[in-house]
C-alpha cells in the first residue's frame, strides 16, 4: 500500500497570508491526525478527524483549521500567517482512532 | 507541562552497545507509542504496547510498560550507526465519558547518537 502522503513538501509564504496543506491517509485509514513540529516546542498536536468529523483538538488559534474529505483525505488551513508558524506539519493516518499512527514526511513552512 | 517525556534528552553511545530511554507520562492511557524520526523527517511507527501488556518485542527493540509507575522504556539492542535519530513516546487514553480516544500526545523526545 502506498504510503501518507502530503503535500506540498516546502513551502515558503509571507507574513498575513494563507496556506493550505493536504494529507493523502494509507488507503482504507478512517483516521487523520495533524500535528506541528517546532525546535522550541516539539510535536503539538493540531487536530483528528475520524470519517469526515473533527474528534479532537489541540490549544492552537482558531487560524487554524482543517478538514477530512469523504475519500477521508483531509487538509489543514492556517490563515493569517505569523511567523511563529514556520514548522514542519506532519500529518498521520491510522485504521481507527487510537491505533498505530503512519506518518507522512510533513510539509515544511516557511514563514518570512 | 507534558504528559509524556523522555529521558534522557540526549544520549551519545558507541555501535554495538545498549541504548534505553525512558518516558514518564501522567494520567492513565490506553496504549503508549514508540517512534523514530531521522532528521526533521516524518515519523515511523516502532512499536505499540497496549495497557494491559508488560513487555513487548520486536527485532532488537525491546519496550516495557509499568502502568503503576506510569512509565515505559525502549531498549535497543546492538545498536547501529543508523539507529541514530529522535525517539519520542507517544501516549493516548481512552475517555469513557465521551466514548473516543483523546488527542495523543507526544513527548520531547530523546536524540540517541550511535557513534561507529
Known amino acids: 500500500k502506498a504510503g501518507v502522503t502530503q503535500t506540498p513538501r516546502y513551502l515558503i509564504k509571507t507574513r498575513g497570508q494563507q496556506v493550505t496543506l493536504s494529507c493523502s491517509p494509507i488507503s482504507g485509514h478512517r483516521s487523520v491526525s495533524w500535528y506541528q513540529q517546532t525546535p522550541g516546542q516539539g510535536l503539538q498536536f493540531l487536530f483528528e478527524?475520524?470519517?469526515?468529523?473533527?474528534?479532537n483538538k489541540g490549544n492552537f488559534p482558531g487560524r487554524f483549521s482543517g478538514r477530512q474529505f469523504s475519500n477521508s483525505r483531509s487538509e489543514m488551513n492556517v490563515s493569517t500567517l505569523e511567523l511563529g508558524d514556520s514548522a514542519l506539519y506532519l500529518c498521520a493516518s491510522s485504521l481507527l482512532q487510537g491505533e498505530t499512527q503512519y506518518f507522512g514526511p510533513g510539509t515544511r513552512l516557511l514563514v518570512l | 507541562s507534558q504528559q509524556g517525556e523522555e529521558d534522557p534528552q540526549a544520549l551519545s553511545i558507541q555501535e554495538g552497545e545498549n541504548a534505553t530511554m525512558n518516558c514518564s507520562y501522567k494520567t492513565s492511557i490506553n496504549n503508549l507509542q514508540w517512534y523514530r524520526q531521522n532528521s526533521g523527517r516524518g515519523l515511523v511507527h516502532l512499536i505499540l504496547i497496549r495497557s494491559n501488556e508488560r513487555e513487548k518485542h520486536s527485532g532488537r527493540l525491546r519496550v516495557t510498560l509499568d502502568t503503576s509507575k506510569k512509565s515505559s522504556s525502549l531498549l535497543i539492542t546492538a545498536s547501529r550507526a543508523a539507529d541514530t535519530a529522535s525517539y519520542f513516546c507517544?501516549?493516548?487514553?481512552?475517555?469513557?465519558?465521551?466514548?473516543?480516544?483523546?488527542?495523543?500526545?507526544f513527548g520531547p523526545g530523546t536524540s540517541l547518537s550511535v557513534i561507529p
Open positions: 507517544a501516549t493516548d487514553a481512552y475517555v469513557f465519558a465521551k466514548t473516543s480516544y483523546d488527542k495523543v500526545i
Open positions: 478527524y475520524f470519517s469526515e468529523t473533527q474528534r
